[in-house]
Each structure stands twice: as structure tokens, then as C-alpha cells.
């Protein structure tokens, strides 16, 4: 029975696949507001409803494209991150700044999917949350290890703000001063803007030496950080 049980396992990790598989193929030809379950079952062979047996609907299948996006980014902010190890911390950032880059540029239709543009009629569920976050969290670990080292160097942050800064920090960034929350929130939202000008074509004719460019953004943003030099 145990057998049985193991092929049909099998069987159904194997047509998710693929049904995940077409759906990006769709993605990247049409994008994802035009994706439909029963498109993906007609170029799959599959009568639609053996295919709502594995999502139940769009916006699952949706959710399921989403989350293993944020979460591949998220291993490559990770790995990076670990190959890093035991470097200066702004040598640190720099390798993670690269990794989200890289993936970013390899895998465009899968950017657009969680940094683009919203989906019509689609809301991310609570299931997205913790995936969208790796990326983002391997930098604020970075800046954590940094300030309870050496020590960082607090960015400025007007009274006004104090009060959001302080609960931003308590919800996603505990043990750091609040200045330094406030600047990593800003220094992700410049991030994902520079790849988005990237990935979307906006540099086209404006910035032609690239990797260069990039390097140093992102060294700016460390520096808005407060991370050390060296």
C-alpha cells in the first residue's frame, strides 16, 4: 500500500510541476492577468477539471507562482549571503544586492510577478508574507550582525517620523535603532527600484555601463544604512 501511496505522490508532485510550469510559460507570453486554469489544461492535455483538483482556482495557482518566486529570490539573497560569510558587512550587502539583481535579470517574468505591476482582481494571501520577506530580511540580519559588532553609524530621522520608525522596528526589525529601520525600508524601496528600471528597460539608453552603476547604488545604500566600511 505504502507503495501505491509513493507512486501517486510522485505522480502529483509531477503534474504540479507542470502545470506550474506552463503557467509560467503563459506568464512570460501573455502576462499574468490572461492567465486562466483552463488554458493551462488545454496546453497540458488535461481536461479542466482534473486540473482544479490540484488549484482549486486561479488565484491559488496565482499564489503558488508567487510564492515560489519570493521564495527563490529569497534563497538566492540567502545563499549569497552565506558565501559572504565572515566578510565586512558592506561586503556582505554588496553580495546580496548582487544576488537579487542577478536573479532578477534571469528570471524577468517572475520579477514582474511579485515587483510589477498588481494582477487584476488578485489578492495576495497571508501565505505570501513570509516568502516575500526572505529577500528583504537576509539585509536587515546583515545590518543586525553589524550593529551588534562594530557598531553602525545612526541616519538621520526627523521627530516626526520617530514614531513609525519605532513601530516598523517592532514589527519586523527588533534590536535595531529605529533611524536605521526607517533607512532600510528606504534603502529596500531604492533597491527594487533600481532593478525595476533594469528589468523594465527604463536605463535603456540612459545608463550603459551597468554593473558599475549598480555597484555603486548599492554601496550608496549601505552607506544610508549606517553600515561600516570596513
Known sequence: MSTVRGARERARIEVTAAIKDEARRMLAAEGAAKLSLRAVARELGMVSSALYRYFPSR?????????????????????ADARAAGAPPRARWAEVCGAFRAWALAHPHEYSLIYGSPVPGYS?????????ARA??????????????????????PAALRAEAERMTADFAEGLPPEVTAALVAAWGQLVG?????????????????????????????????????
Open 136 to 157: 528583504a530580511n537576509t539585509l536587515i540580519g546583515i545590518v543586525r550582525a553589524a550593529h551588534q559588532g562594530r557598531g553602525i553609524a545612526l541616519p538621520p530621522l
Open 59 to 79: 488565484d491559488e495557482l496565482l499564489t503558488a507562482l508567487i510564492v515560489d518566486a519570493y521564495d527563490s529570490v529569497g534563497a538566492a539573497a540567502e545563499e
Open 124 to 132: 495576495a494571501p497571508l501565505d505570501t508574507v513570509g516568502p516575500a
Open 194 to 230: 533600481l532593478v525595476s528600471c533594469e528589468v523594465f528597460g527604463q536605463f535603456n539608453r540612459v545608463v550603459e555601463d551597468r554593473d558599475a552603476f549598480f555597484a555603486h547604488a548599492a554601496g550608496q545604500l549601505a552607506h544610508a544604512v549606517g553600515l561600516p566600511s570596513v
